[in-house]
Nanobody, 121 residues
Framework: EVQLVESGGGLVQPGGSLRLSCAAS????????MYWVRQAPGKGLEWVSS????????YYADSVKGRFTISRDNAKNTVYLQMNSLKSEDTALYYC??????????????WGKGTLVTISS
């Protein structure tokens, strides 16, 4: 059974920090790019960050660049998102997703159910 289980969400004040985790199982984690995607209230999905299968290449949306850091630990089958200097605009449901490496087209293979991040004073 394939599973992606996000954790670490919660309520934090503006300027604060939070670390999200996504634990994967049921597939060969080291063969997949990992993604964080979020959905703010009333809005569509927004790509946040990506990391390649071995962790050497990362990408970030302009809205989070310099504040968020994606990383992965393939020995633990886990991907992380360290979020610093949080803003109210970061409030969203954060999803972990995966895409097999080397396929040549952009489609997520697996999705988690999300973890809610709320930034409020």
């Amino acid at each position: 059974e394939v599973q992606l289980v996000e954790s670490g969400g919660g309520l934090v004040q503006p300027g604060g920090s939070l670390r999200l985790s996504c634990a994967a199982s049921g597939f060969t984690f080291s063969n997949y790019w990992m993604y964080w995607v979020r959905q703010a209230p009333g809005k569509g999905l927004e790509w946040v960050s990506s990391v390649n299968s071995v962790g050497g290449t990362t990408y970030y949306a302009d809205s989070v660049k310099g504040r968020f850091t994606i990383s992965r630990d393939n020995a633990k089958n886990t991907v992380y998102l360290q979020m610093n200097s949080l803003k109210s605009e970061d409030t969203a449901l954060y999803y972990c997703a995966s895409m097999v490496a080397g396929r040549g087209y952009y489609v997520m293979d697996y999705w988690g159910k999300g973890t809610l991040v709320t930034i409020s004073s």
